[in-house]
């Protein structure tokens, strides 16, 4: 099979396409064929090193001190069951799949836990939307309802709502039945109306300090804010959920929460297999919907890391692994 592989960190001239061995499943596991994949912001950071602050040491041990220790990265992809693993039940040959693991997926085959975060692709849902789906809505959904812990009526400020995780902060925010106001470039208003927003703030033209209002939550899906910069935003019980965050933010954590007051929350997403069901759930429903910036032949994966790594894109960027069979939705092989 072929896989990006990487084999020291760097630029994305460090990536190449190479021959591999197919894996074999072993018990309670999954061979996918992946049609689809994704770059997000995550694999850069893995091929780069570049671990925001504080993480750069534990992410170095996590990862690798001085080279990546595994050297295929890619963690959403949809596809087809090839095989089983002794022991699988619930999944079927020739099934339609999509989910989310921690690295592994920029290849043509990938061996997945069955009891992982991997699902049957809903109806609703064509193959390549379903690559675009796992990333961006597992952290949304987990940084909203169990950090900021969202209800109904509450109003929550999305910061990079045009990105790759804001365009599903905005429908999820919706969807646990917030009023939502997305901030992001001027020339993304109409994408961020389009999924729900009822609220928008350019940030070329109006910054975070001169904003008036309060806000139940405010999001930063990108990195752009600081606690200092929202803190006049946040009512006596707000909150500000940073996903990049380093010591000054586990420290404000701290403090804030021993204060009272507004505070900050920060925390990981646990990439469940439950959440990635109520994210198919919503799907089916019409509550949500993948949102693709763009997409790339497999073999023009540097492209698409530069696209990623250039912080503008409007939604997730895809990469399409499979054969051309595997470019449509898979709905023949379980008539």
């Known amino acids: 099979m072929q896989a990006a592989v990487y084999s020291e960190y760097g ?3 460090v990536v190449r396409i190479e021959d591999r061995a197919r894996p074999v499943p072993g018990p309670g596991e999954i061979l996918v064929k992946v049609a689809h994949g994704s770059v997000t912001t995550a694999d850069w950071r893995l091929r780069a090193a570049a671990f925001p602050g ?14 990546p220790r595994r050297e295929v990265l890619g963690s959403e992809f949809a596809g087809e069951v090839a095989a089983l693993g002794p022991g699988v039940t619930g999944f079927a040959p020739g099934q339609p799949v999509f989910g989310f693991v921690m690295q592994g997926a920029h290849a043509e085959y990938l061996v997945v836990r069955a009891e992982g975060a991997v699902l049957a692709v809903p109806e609703a849902l064509a193959l390549a939307d379903a690559a675009a789906l796992p990333f961006g ?5 987990v940084f909203l309802r169990d950090f900021a812990q969202v209800q109904p009526g509450q109003r929550v400020l ?3 709502a045009s990105g790759g995780v804001g365009v599903y902060a905005v429908q999820i925010a919706r969807a646990l039945g917030a009023e939502v106001t997305g901030m992001a470039s001027g020339g993304n208003e109409a994408l961020v109306r389009g999924l729900g927003a009822s609220g928008f703030i350019d940030y070329r033209t109006t910054k975070l300090r001169d904003l008036e209002g309060r806000f139940d939550a405010v999001i930063d899906t990108v990195g752009a804010a600081r606690f200092k910069d929202v803190r006049h935003l946040l009512g006596k019980t707000g909150v500000f959920v940073p996903l990049n965050f380093g010591l000054r933010e586990i420290g404000q954590a701290l403090w804030t929460r021993a204060l009272g007051g507004p505070r900050v929350r920060i925390g990981v997403s646990g990439d469940t297999r439950a959440d990635l069901a109520v994210l198919a759930d919503w799907v089916t429903q019409g509550r949500l919907r993948p949102v693709v910036d763009r997409r790339f032949a497999f073999r023009a994966i540097r492209a698409a890391y530069a696209h990623v790594e250039g912080r503008h894109r409007r939604g997730s960027v895809l990469l399409d692994i499979g054969s051309a069979a595997l470019v449509q939705p898979l709905r023949a092989v379980l008539a």
């Open 11 to 13: 630029t994305a001239d």
């Open 54 to 67: 504080v993480l750069a040491i534990p992410g170095r041990l996590m990862f690798g001190l001085r080279r």
């Open 158 to 160: 999305v910061i990079g």
């Open 137 to 141: 809505g597992l952290s949304a959904l």
